[in-house]
Structures are given as structure tokens and as C-alpha cells.
């Protein structure tokens, strides 16, 4: 079955340190997308980025980076010299079945604090 | 370039009653979803259109529920004889393809007194 798991439920930090949010998932297909969503206290899901199960290659924007492990079936993201407006829910999410819909994880609240 | 538009933006409303809620895509993206989310959780699918045709629906989405997508353009998703349990928010995304990223609206939070 295709699953999201984002284990950490809460995160706080302090402005300029470095923090992970890991994300674990499972699926029964051979090839995938994964995704990253912000949502800010607003409430709307800001699209981070999608990534493609055959690049296995970091990726990298702006302060913002992402680890995909096939093996380990990965796909964290780390948010470097974190800022206050980086406060928000991030979700990851996996498409269900060829038809798109997405699963989503139960999301990381992240709090940086000045 | 505008992005997904929901209205309303906020509705209460009497158990009992029934809902209708507005989605508008962003102009030529073939996929419009609906998911729904409650506090503290994740989005969860409850239905999408390819086009005009409603493809999969969600088990989540009771016989109360309903939605449309004439001519492939806005959709509506009514909700009829509202009960408490269906308070929550509403969201509406949509994609150029399958594997395409969603692009989401603002949502439309639902409270049922």
C-alpha cells in the first residue's frame, strides 16, 4: 500500500540553525514521484518540489535541500539557516495510483523562533 | 497568471443544511482534486476530474456528497444535509497532468454548528 510516514510531529528551532524533516514512504510501484508542501499559518499548500524516483541526485534551492535514498526509501528535507517566515506545516506526499491523487504524510509543524 | 480560486473562503453553517462550495482552476489544467482537511492532519483525497469526467472517487465521500465539472472548467462540490463531522476545510488543486505537482487554492473552511 502507498503510505507517508513524517515521523517528527513538531520541530522548534532557532533562527539560523540548520533542520531536517524527514520523510519515509512506502510503495508498491516501480517508478514515482514524491512531493514537498508548505503550508504556511495562512492555510494554503505552497508546492515545494517534486521529485522523480530515477534521480537520485540532492537537490537544491536556495536554502533549501532535499535527500532522496531509494534504498532507504527517503526523501528529507533540510532547510539551512532556517528564518522565521520558515514557520509552517510541511507535508510530504506520494501519488496514490496512476490516477495522481496525492497521500500525504501527517505533516511537520515547524516553529522558528528569533 | 492567477492561481486555483475558492469561494467561499469561510462558511457556517447549520446542521442539516446543505453547502455548496466553488472551484476554479488555473486556466487549461486538465486535473482539478478535492481533498479535505481537518486539524492537525493531512490533506485527504476525496475526489478528481479529468476534464469533465469524474474518474475516482473516494470512499471518504459519502452519498451526501456530490461533485460537478461542467465543461471541464470550475467544479462544485455540494454537500448535502451537512453534519458536524463534515466540518473541516476544503481544498481544491489542480495539474496540467498525472504526475504533474498540484497546485492548490486557499481552501474553504467549513465550520457546522
Known amino acids: 500500500a502507498q503510505k507517508v510516514t513524517q515521523a517528527q510531529t513538531e520541530i522548534s528551532v532557532v533562527e539560523k540553525e540548520d533542520v531536517t524533516l524527514d520523510c519515509v514512504y512506502e510503495t508498491r510501484d516501480t517508478t514515482y514521484y514524491l512531493f514537498w508542501y508548505k503550508q504556511p499559518p495562512s492555510g494554503e499548500l505552497v508546492f515545494l518540489i517534486r521529485r522523480n524516483s530515477f534521480d537520485e541526485q540532492n537537490e537544491i534551492s536556495g536554502r533549501y535541500s532535499w535527500n532522496f535514498q531509494k534504498s532507504t526509501s527517503s526523501f528529507n528535507f533540510t532547510i539551512t539557516a532556517s528564518q522565521v517566515v520558515d514557520s509552517a506545516v510541511y507535508f510530504c506526499a506520494l501519488p496514490y495510483n496512476q490516477g495522481g491523487k496525492l497521500i500525504f504524510g501527517q505533516g511537520t509543524e515547524l516553529s522558528v523562533k528569533p | 497568471d492567477t492561481g486555483v480560486s475558492q469561494d467561499p473562503r469561510h462558511k457556517i453553517t447549520k446542521r442539516g443544511q446543505n453547502v455548496t462550495f466553488r472551484c476554479d482552476p488555473i486556466?487549461?489544467?486538465?486535473?482539478l482534486y478535492w481533498y479535505r482537511q481537518t486539524l492537525g492532519q493531512g490533506p485527504e483525497f476525496l475526489t478528481y476530474?479529468?476534464?469533465?469526467?469524474?474518474?475516482?472517487k473516494s470512499r471518504l465521500l459519502s452519498d451526501r456528497f456530490s461533485a460537478e465539472r461542467p465543461k471541464g472548467s470550475f467544479s462544485t462540490l455540494e454537500i448535502q444535509r451537512t453534519e458536524q463531522g463534515d466540518s473541516a476545510m476544503y481544498l481544491c488543486a489542480s495539474s496540467p497532468g498525472t504526475s504533474d505537482e498540484q497546485y492548490f487554492g486557499p481552501g474553504t473552511r467549513l465550520t457546522v454548528t
Open positions: 486556466s487549461e489544467h486538465n486535473r
Open positions: 476530474f479529468q476534464n469533465e469526467a469524474q474518474l475516482e
